[in-house]
């Protein structure tokens, strides 16, 4: 992995458009993922695997989401389920821990300002 902070909300978390496309209306959207062609060990870690295997695995998995159709629709279905683990819209498990983490935050700060008292 190229990057030594955690990721920031703006560049890992796009919104997801709110209309749906014509291949929303088609099908799912993972039969049109790049990673359906790809091996599935790529996207997920085997079991004691050194952390420089690791990375570089993960590495190998960003480049193809990279090039998919539908990375913000992966990203947000790991989001959202949430997925425990793997590579899933570009983002490790632990990637989508630090966004869902600013998420949290974001909306409890931006609630507890419309409280009103009576």
């Given at each position: 992995m190229l990057q030594s902070s955690p990721p920031q909300e703006s560049q890992w978390?796009?919104?997801v458009?709110?209309?749906?496309?014509?291949?929303?209306?088609?099908?799912?959207?993972?039969?049109?993922?790049?990673?359906?062609?790809d091996?599935?060990?790529?996207?997920?870690?085997p079991s004691q695997e050194p952390t420089a295997a690791r990375l570089s695995r993960e590495q190998a998995a960003k480049a193809v989401c990279a090039?998919?159709?539908?990375?913000?629709?992966?990203?947000?279905?790991?989001?959202?389920?949430?997925?425990?683990?793997g590579v899933?819209?570009?983002?490790?498990?632990?990637?989508?821990?630090?966004?869902?983490?600013?998420?949290r935050r974001r909306e409890a700060t931006s609630g507890s300002g419309t409280t009103r008292v009576a």
């Open positions: 978390s796009p919104a458009p709110a209309q749906r496309s014509s291949r929303d209306l088609a099908g799912p959207w993972h039969s049109e993922a790049a990673c359906r062609r091996e599935a060990g790529l996207f997920f870690a090039r998919c159709p539908v990375l913000l629709e992966c990203r947000e279905h790991a989001l959202l389920q949430p997925e425990p683990y899933w819209g570009g983002l490790t498990a632990a990637e989508r821990r630090v966004v869902l983490s600013r998420r």
